[in-house]
């Protein structure tokens, strides 16, 4: 808990307003913090914003340019809302040799989305990833951050009914965030 | 949340302390932890870097260049302050063992830094982690502030007059940041845009200080090293080829897993025996020996050692150590193509042959696959490829064009089988990929 109150204006939470404090202090150039705090951002206000890119690039001392820049060299960060849970099926070698695809298309039909689709209510995209580093355990997705592994079209309807009765519970933190 | 797999063969080295409840640093020190870090202290660098040279440890991301010698490049004396980098950004496909090593041994690969720090006099240290593995992003900075807590890290550490100070730092979706430079630039908060060498970054590498940057595998072998002694490192391997290594065995076996076996076990073992063999009374066809940019092996080309001396004279590579193996079943054109979709993807876009090779031979394998091809193809997606070696900046031109030449000359008649409008006899009805939204 950071004892001054958050930079007036900040459209982050204290604790992670507080944590980019901190972060940029690490390194020998503050732009080194860029990469990690546009991850953490989006983790808590779910994409990246016109409003992210704003204040980080305030916080570093960077032209908004050079934000959006480096924004979208990278697969993960994202500059639409994605749903609150986001369903990434690897279909990379190892998990296409123990049936990625077959789960992929069973989320499109199950979620009724395209690839780098969103649910209409917003609980749910979809998107076929590169390898996430699950190879010997294919084949896998990561939903949010949290790795489900071993996958069949069947464990796979219960991970995405586990995530359904999760928003239905009223749980407002995302799994694996 | 991933395990290890063990066989009556494997040698428990780097894996030794995996489910021992390791990442609590009271465990890890009763678990040998940090006496490595302890006697290197007293070593001092020369003698650091003398014990690596006969470890005969090479470097597990892939190049397998020797650990020692790569140290031993870095200037004594140096205007700007020097950086030990350790690449966690794990995405080579088939490749998933540095996540088992962050998540049941973080300190490690703390230990491994502390030890490459003293080695060449470096104040600070980085470990860097792909944004995908983000629950081991949380153990990773848990360990290093436990480390700081019993001063371990910071000002002064053990007591000794020698300040090091580790930051934990995560990436956010990029194949090409696992090459040194690009994830040096992606440390410096930039695009993952690969810098030219020469200058190495050993003299010139992160904010242009002398850096060494080392496979998350490699720097957690380390203390290894110095707790059992570099000469009984270097003969549980084989000649030049020092040590166990982490396999990543995946793909259509019956018991795909994470297993460490000594350098050079054979890969005909590996698969038949340490697998288990092809599932379902199903003929082996084919092996990607060390990850996705590896060139495939044929089965008569498996009774080989897995070190990087042997795969290399076998025409691949050990590469990352990610065995992906196919049965007879596998659509060899299918395989090369979803490889190159891969390799388009990730493609930075800095060098044009990258970036152009990469999209018209996904483009050019993608036609073939649906029977749109002509016979001229197959030699053009062979020449597109030749010519692309050796042209770009960074490795991954080279990562895409390899294995694709040896798919098509090792494969050649599979790929003809495709033309004249047939398609994929693997696939009849094999439609194109419905585009993207």
Known sequence: ?177 | MATLTTHPDCVPLVSWRFGKGATNIDKYIELEGYQAARKTLELGPDGIIAEMKTSNLRGRGGAGFPTGMKWSFVPKQSAKPKYVLVNGDESEPGTCKDRLIFEHDPHAVIEGVIIAALAIQAKMGFIYLRGEYRYLIEIMEKAVADAYAKGFLGKKIFGSEFDLDVVVQTGAGAYEVGEESALMESLEGKRGIPRIRPPFPAVVGLYGGPTIINNAETIATVPHIFRIGAAEYARLGTERNGGTRLFCLSGRLVRPGVYELPMGYNLKKMIYEVGGGIPNGKKLKAVVPGGSSTPVLLPEEIDIGMDFDQVGKAGSMLGSGGVVVLDETVCMVEFALRTMKFYQHESCGWCIPCREGTDWLKKSLTRLHEGGAVDKDIDNIRYLAENMLGRTFCPLGDAAAMPTIAFVRKFRKEFEDHLEGRGCPYHPAAEPEPALV
């Not at chain 1, 007036?8 to 404090?21: E, K, W």
């Not at chain 1, 546009?38 to 890119?53: F, P």
Request: aromatic share 8%.
């Open chain 1, 1 to 177: 808990m950071s004892t001054q109150p958050a930079r007036p204006g900040t459209i982050f939470s204290p604790a992670l307003a507080a944590r980019f404090d901190r972060l940029v202090t690490l390194y020998p150039v503050k732009r080194s913090a860029l990469v990690p705090m546009l991850l953490y951002a989006q983790d808590e206000i779910g994409y990246i914003s016109d409003a992210v890119i704003a204040e980080v690039a305030a916080r570093l001392g960077l032209s908004e340019l050079d934000v959006r820049n480096v924004v979208s060299y990278y697969s993960l960060l994202h500059t639409k809302p994605v749903g609150k849970y986001h369903v990434q099926v690897c279909t990379n070698i190892s998990c296409m040799l123990r049936g990625g695809n077959e789960i992929l298309e069973h989320c499109r039909k199950k979620l009724g989305i395209p690839n780098r689709g969103v649910t209409p209510d917003g609980v749910f995209s979809l998107e076929e990833v590169e390898c996430i580093g699950a190879c010997s355990w294919a084949p896998a997705a990561q939903v949010n951050y949290a790795f489900h592994e071993n996958l069949t079209p069947e464990s796979m309807d219960q991970v995405l009914a586990d995530y359904r009765a999760k928003t239905q519970n009223g749980s407002q933190k995302a799994g694996g965030k």
